[in-house]
């Protein structure tokens, strides 16, 4: 009996999932080749997984027939299936995103998760639907819905040897699939028409209820990126989805991500079919997507998430796993002041720990970030917690004098070496402006070379203050200044005349006029 991908790390190569994991294990969830990889492994000829043509599906919903067991559909339908090199001839979306989608969803029972085609007609809807603010999906993409992906057991409950390794491998590396930056999965959390039409004491459990779904609905809120020049990365089928307050595009909410001992606390309130056995095994996939996702992974992306306040109050939780991380990006959600200042806390606590020492970007534009979260931020800065720092997004929030200033004041005492600052689209007036430009020619802002400033509320007045610090060589390093392309006048003439003279490119943004 041959395997032929011993070079794939497994669960079980990686050790204890308590234990730290390899260096390689966050490239599972971030490089191509790791979902290549998974697919080429097979056991005496059998393939651990098979995805499933989009196309094929498309028209099984059509004729709304129920889908046989990989092994059955094989034999009737090989053609059903796509293989690696037809995959990878496929175009790519953006990022190099693959077309690849995982279904998530409740099977209705052992004998078959979907024996009225339901769960997959409405599926194909799905496909057909385009989200908001989102490209459609493909003409062609690969599917992993498991009943057909993965060896699945005869009507006597038995599998081949060869069936029963290759279903193994596949299992100790589910968390691919949902976890994967570049995958898309679909969620089929509503229940089916059949389901939603008895009464509630007779139904099976819902999909929240479930253990399996429960685990690949949250990875699959780890690493996704979100685009309008993309097809939407995660999709609710029948759920809501949120209007973004900064950008108009509707995004799912997404999950944040709970520790590993919080999160088997919850699954041990799910149903598993098989019991507490199937609890610990999803439970240490969890821990071990977690460990080594955030371990080794150098952005943590979660912008247009639909977050708030608490959803950053959990993530902070998991802050001292992410030991690399360089970029944490946190725009177009709800964070407030107090959403701020948990950041800025645990910023503090993780540095301290000596995690997040080479933090070079925070993004917290287009939020509800004012004075008082911007003080906790520069609070951080005064302490040297964010001593890497090079570029902070603020813009499109509530910030307004006092947190410019406190801003300001921290960058100075603590010889930041802040190299990108935007803070345009806040309410910054003249008493700001004064206090940047103030530091400016007192020696700070020494490494500043790009300074954003546009859609404030400061009037003639700052923007001399501003030309006349720039005209006294204060920011010795700026080559960018944004402002309104609106100015008029001596206020635009001035600044004009300060930059040209020292070969900085005043850049302008047009006011927009409700």
Known sequence: ??????????????????????????????????????????????????????????????????VPRRQDLEKEAPEAFIDVAALQALPTGQWGKLPIVAVSYAWESAEHPDP???????????????????????SEFGVFFDWMSLCQKDAEGHRSQEEQLAFDEALKRMQLWYAHALTTVYLLTA?????????????????????????????????KKSSSNCWAPLVDVGHPRSVCDACGQVHLKRVPPLVPDKFQRQLELCHFTNGKSDCEVVAGLYRQTVLGYFSETSELYVG???????????????????????????????????????????????????????????????????????????????ERALMSLQILVLRNNRIGDTGAAALVSACAASDSGLQRLFLGDNRIDDAG??????????????????????RNAFSERGASMLAQALSSSAFLSLVELTMDRSMQGSMHDGLRDACESRKIDLKGRAIEIS
């Open 433 to 454: 402006i004064g206090a940047i430009a103030d530091a400016a020619r007192a020696g700070a802002w020494a490494k500043l070379c790009k300074l954003s400033l546009d």
């Open 116 to 138: 009225r085609c339901e769960q997959l007609v409405a599926l194909v809807d799905a496909f057909e639907t385009t989200p908001s603010g989102s490209k459609p999906l493909p």
């Open 191 to 223: 229940p089916t028409p059949t389901a939603a039409s008895l009464p509630v004491e007779g139904r099976a459990p819902a999909y929240s209820e479930r253990g399996w779904p429960t685990f690949e609905s949250a990875v699959a809120c780890l690493a």
């Open 304 to 382: 247009s998430a639909g977050w708030g306040d608490p959803d950053v109050e959990i993530l902070a939780e998991v802050l001292p796993f992410c030991t690399h991380v360089t970029h944490i990006i946190l725009s177009e959600n709800h964070i407030t002041d107090r959403g701020a200042s948990t950041i800025a806390e645990a910023l503090k606590a993780s540095v301290k720990g000596g995690v997040l020492t080479n933090l070079i970007k925070l993004c917290l534009h287009s939020n509800q970030v004012g004075d008082d979260g911007v003080l906790a931020l520069s609070n951080a800065i005064r």
């Open 1 to 66: 009996m041959g395997c032929s991908c011993s070079t794939y790390p497994s669960a079980r190569d990686q050790g204890d999932p308590g234990e730290p994991l390899r260096p390689e294990s966050a490239q599972l969830y971030t490089e191509a080749a790791s979902i290549w990889q998974a697919l080429s492994c097979s056991h005496g000829g059998v393939l651990e997984v098979r995805l499933l043509r989009g196309t094929w599906l498309r028209e099984r919903a059509r004729l709304r027939l129920p």
